[in-house]
């Protein structure tokens, strides 16, 4: 899409939507029998299928044209997530027991890794609406069932360090707002340049790809069966490249 | 007519035999440590998931619903296939269960890519050196896909050469029925692209990616699936 006064609303909009879903990540939490580390396994299993799918999409977008830039910026989004894995500890809530303690520094731990991580997902929804629409609003749903995922683990940590839903809602929101601000910078940067989308798309599809296999299907492969985790991340990779065969 | 079936059928057979230069590079690689083979299971991976979505991509321009129907076929196919192969230990100690899986998973996939380059024959038959060279060099990664699982469990590089030429033999067998019958096959080829598709990606993550995490670290998965799956796109493009 070109950039314009409206298309610049409609990016910050459709880029909202995985943060406001963010937002409800606590809801499962109120069930009486809690949320399972299994549960929240599975979803990040299917968000990992999502997100593999849609990194598949953005690189393969431009790989033709400009195959230099795409694999350039793919470099450096794979360089992103590797150093920022290396600037906060790999913990995770769900790998922890009920009965381990949560210290402040955990929490902030945890939020600020989210925030790492929602930087390069904001990339990747404004660079796919930089190309299409129908290809951001994809990016941005993948990205909301994802969100789903680590926004229950975060409120799960949360709600145990004694916070009101209220506060571990806001905290999630908070924790995922780098995704809408960067998307709308990622789109006045892109949607003007052939070079520059190209790169982004790399950037975008790079760090996602790598976020997915470095950090998500470990976990997903930690806390649940290879079964469920390779039925979940089949169905719904396969569910995205599907989905581009209908759209074109 | 029969000079052209038997065309087909040799252009086939090149497609087959490509896919043994996969095995070539184990010519070098003589010391296999438990966690090359973890960084091996982590390229077939990538290999693999590449070569699904682009056949993904091209059921569903036949067909997007065929190509659902096929993949989950595929999917259920090899989930019972492992369950039943898990049931009876193999009896002989040089063809392990999951190289048993891995080799019929492949061969499998052959049967739908056999088909579409029969059915691409018919439709037009200036384009046949360009698809039988596209199919021949993205056979070479299947090949080195097969080989990378079977050389570290102890299968010598000529073996691994036979059976990825095995696992391609059934696109020369499979090309020349469909190429003559290209109006009754065509209809089938989304189901078939799906199913393989379906059973590669489910063998990624059921099988190899478990392996690969479990024996070595999880930075090195993530570069080695990267770059070979990014290589699968360029190559794909490029074809």
Sequence with gaps: MEHTASTVLLVMLVAAIPTLVAGVAFV??????????????????????????G??????????????????????????????????AHEWPIEQRESDSIDDAAVVNVMLQSALHAVPEGVAIGVAMAVRFELGLFVALALAVHNVAEGTALAAALR????????????????????????????????????????????????????????????CYRQSDRRAVALLVSGSTGLVVLLKGFLA | MLSQILIVLALGSVTALATGLGALPFIFISNVREQTVARLNAVAG????????????????????????????????????????????????????????????????????????????????????MIT????????????????????KGASVLTCAAWSIFSSLPQPLMAVPAFLF???????????????????????????MPEAYAKTSAESVGLLVSVTLASMILLQQFL
């Design chain 1, 160 to 219: 145990r360090r004694g916070l009101s839903l209220f506060q571990a809602a806001m905290m999630c929101i908070l924790s995922e707002l780098p995704q809408p601000m960067l998307a709308v910078a990622a789109f006045l940067i892109t949607s003007e340049s052939r070079a520059r989308l190209a790169l982004g798309l790399g950037v975008a599809a790079g760090a996602l790809i790598h976020l997915v296999l470095t950090e998500l299907l470990p976990i």
């Design chain 1, 55 to 88: 990194g598949y999409l953005l690189l393969a977008e431009r790989i033709a044209s400009a195959p230099v830039f795409v694999v350039l910026g793919a470099c450096f989004g794979a360089a992103y997530t590797f150093v920022a894995q290396r600037f906060v």
């Design chain 2, 46 to 129: 990538g290999l693999m998931l590449g070569a699904s979505f682009q056949l993904i991509l091209e059921g569903s321009s036949y067909g997007p619903w065929q190509t659902i129907v096929g993949a989950a076929v595929g999917v259920a196919v090899i989930l019972f296939g492992e369950q039943w192969l898990e049931a009876r230990p193999p009896r002989s100690a040089r063809l392990s269960r999951q190289m048993l899986l891995l080799v019929s998973v492949m061969t499998l996939h052959s049967f739908s890519e056999g088909i579409a380059v029969g059915v691409a024959f018919g439709g037009g038959e200036k384009l046949a050196g």
């Design chain 2, 133 to 152: 060279a596209a199919i021949a060099v993205h056979n070479i990664p299947e090949g080195l896909a097969i080989s990378a699982v079977m050389r570290p």
């Design chain 1, 28 to 53: 499962p939490l109120l069930q009486p029998r809690g949320v399972g580390q299994r549960e929240i396994a599975a979803a990040f299993a299917f968000a990992s299928g999502l997100m593999l799918g």
């Design chain 2, 182 to 208: 290209v109006d009754t096959v065509r209809p089938l080829l989304p189901y078939g692209l799906g199913f393989a598709a379906g059973a590669m990606v489910f063998m990624v993550f059921f099988e190899l």
